[in-house]
């Protein structure tokens, strides 16, 4: 069988809802990252701090983990768009780990359009192994019974694969 690892970070929920709908649809960890030092979610100043945290390529450290994803089939990536690009904590995460050659699948939540973002979350992971790609625009506010179809689908599709 498939070892299948989810990781995640987010900040408002969003990414968090898919994540949840992905471990209810297969077999699976999941690891969510938790910066030491979180942004404070409901203060206006958020998408500034933030933003510069993540065009700075910022790598917070994270809350200790005991999980290795080098120990999985799939590791499946989920990040909120800050900034055009991923947020840091997820690249503090793969700052951590040398996936180069492991089967990933990405996932991304934005709010206005995620496609320059996930074109760089690609080049961050350009020696991995990346099976398939999609973006969420706000899933949790959106449609959000058919945002979880769509990502109950897209993950039996990205198990087909691998
Ligand atoms: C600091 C910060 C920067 C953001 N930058 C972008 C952006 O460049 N493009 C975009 O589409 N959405 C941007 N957003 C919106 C989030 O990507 C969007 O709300 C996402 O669904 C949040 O996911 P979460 O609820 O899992 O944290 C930003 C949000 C924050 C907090």
Redesign the pocket.
């Known amino acids: 069988m498939t070892k299948i690892l989810i990781v995640y970070y987010?900040?408002?929920?969003?990414?968090?809802f898919i994540a949840e709908a992905l471990r209810d649809s297969v077999e699976a960890d999941i690891l969510e990252l938790k910066p030491i030092k979180e942004?404070n979610a409901d203060k206006g100043t958020?998408?500034m701090w933030?933003?510069f945290q993540?065009t700075m390529k910022k790598t917070p450290e994270l809350m200790d983990f005991d999980i290795n994803p080098l120990e999985y089939d799939l590791v499946i990536l989920g990040t909120?768009?800050?900034?055009?690009n991923i947020s840091p904590p997820m690249r503090s995460f793969l700052s951590k780990f040398d996936l180069t050659g492991k089967n990933v699948a990405l996932w991304m939540?934005?709010?206005?359009?995620?496609i320059k973002?996930m074109i760089r979350f690609k080049e961050i992971l350009k020696s991995a192994n990346i099976v398939e790609s999609i973006t969420f625009q706000?899933p949790?506010k959106n449609d959000s019974d058919t945002n979880k179809e769509r990502a109950i689908d897209w993950i039996k599709s990205v198990e087909k694969k691998v």
């Open positions: 987010s900040l408002t929920g969003n990414t968090q942004l958020r998408f933030g933003g993540s909120p768009v800050w900034a055009w939540c934005h709010a206005g359009d995620g973002a706000q949790l």
